[in-house]
C-alpha cells in the first residue's frame, strides 16, 4: 500500500502523513530508551551497593553538553521558525548552529569516553559503568543520526525550498521533533546517571 505524501493536515488524523510517521517512530522510541532506563533502575534498585555517577563520571562536562544540546534545540526550533517567515538565509544558519553543537556534544563524550578508558574504566569494569556505556552509546548514535539528517536538509536537501516549501519546512519540522527527542532523552539520562 502506497501513503501519499501530505502537505496540510488531512483530516481523519489532523496531521500530514510524515508528522504523524515521526510520532510513531518515537513511540517506538520511547519504548526502546524506557526499557534502558527501567533496566538500570531495578538494577540500582536491587544491588547492595551502587556506585554514585557522580563518584566515577565527569559532571562538568556533562553539564556542558546539557547547555550545548539545550541551546542545539533552541537552534533547531529557529531554524524551523526562519522557513515559517519565508528567511531561507536564517534557516541555513541556525540549521548550521544545530549541527555544529551536535558536533560539539559529540566531541566532548569522545574525550570523556577517553578520560575514562586512561583510568581503566571500561563497560567490564561494573553494572554501572556497562549500563552508562550502553545507553549513552546508543544517545551518541542517535545525536550521529540527526547529523545526518540535519546536514542532508542544510545541504542538498534544501533544494527542496525552490519547487515546495511547504514540503521541505514539514521535514524540517520532523527532523527537529527527531531532535527534540533527542534532546528530551539526555534531559533524563544526566541526572539518572551523573547526579544520583
Known amino acids: 500500500m502506497n ?7 488531512r483530516l481523519d488524523t489532523g496531521l500530514y502523513n510524515a508528522k504523524l510517521g515521526i510520532w510513531l517512530f518515537l513511540a517506538s522510541e520511547v519504548m526502546l530508551f524506557g526499557a534502558l532506563f527501567s533496566t538500570y533502575v531495578l538494577l540500582r534498585v536491587n544491588a547492595p551497593t551502587w556506585p554514585h555517577g ?10 556542558l553538553n546539557t547547555i550545548v544540546l539545550i ?3 533552541v537552534t533547531m526550533v529557529m ?14 544558519l541556525y540549521m548550521g548552529l544545530t ?51 540535519n546536514t542532508y536538509l542544510w545541504g542538498p536537501g534544501s533544494k527542496m525550498w525552490q519547487n ?3 514540503r521541505f519546512t ?27
Open 3 to 9: 501513503i501519499p505524501y501530505t502537505s496540510t493536515a
Open 54 to 63: 557522580y563518584e566515577l563520571l565527569n559532571v562538568p562536562l556533562a553539564t
Open 71 to 73: 541551546s542545539s534545540s
Open 79 to 92: 531554524s524551523w521558525a526562519s522557513l515559517m517567515m519565508k528567511k531561507f538565509g536564517k534557516f541555513k
Open 99 to 149: 549541527i555544529l553543537l551536535a558536533f560539539v556534544f559529540l566531541v566532548v563524550k569522545y574525550f570523556e569516553y577517553t578520560a575514562k578508558f586512561e583510568h581503566h574504566l571500561f563497560p567490564s569494569t561494573n553494572t554501572f559503568l556497562a549500563i552508562y556505556f550502553t545507553i549513552t552509546a546508543l544517545h551518541g548514535l542517535h545525536i550521529l543520526g540527526g547529523i545526518v539528517v
Open 164 to 166: 515546495d516549501p511547504q
Open 170 to 196: 514539514n521535514r524540517v519540522e520532523v527532523a527537529g521533533l527527531y531532535w527534540h527527542f533527542v534532546d528530551l532523552v539526555w534531559i533524563f539520562l544526566f541526572p539518572v546517571l551523573y547526579l544520583l
